[in-house]
């Protein structure tokens, strides 16, 4: 699935790629750029809130705040998250 993961505070660029693995607390995120050949991986996360009805969720990890975006849906992010 493709998504755009933004850090929340000033001068903060956003991540976009590809999800290959999903924020599960204690778990880390990463996102595959378009290359293919590089990756971002956040801290472990520590609580996942999701905007009701709509593919945005609020990720605080050990040490920062993201806003992840779900652009391209290939799988339910939400049986992700519950598995």
């Known amino acids: 699935m493709q998504v755009v993961l933004r850090k929340l ?8 790629g590809k999800l290959i693995r999903a ?11 378009s290359d293919g050949m ?3 991986v956040t801290t472990p996360v ?5 905007v009701a009805e709509r593919d945005v969720f609020y990720v605080e990890t050990a040490n ?3 806003r992840l975006e779900v652009r391209d849906r290939e799988t339910d992010l939400d049986d992700a998250l519950s598995g």
Do not use: L
């Open 46 to 50: 520590k609580r996942v809130m999701r």
């Open 9 to 16: 505070g000033r001068g903060s660029r956003a991540v976009a």
């Open 64 to 66: 920062s705040r993201y």
């Open 23 to 33: 924020p599960r607390k204690g778990s880390v995120i990463v996102i595959e750029f």
């Open 38 to 40: 590089h990756e971002y």
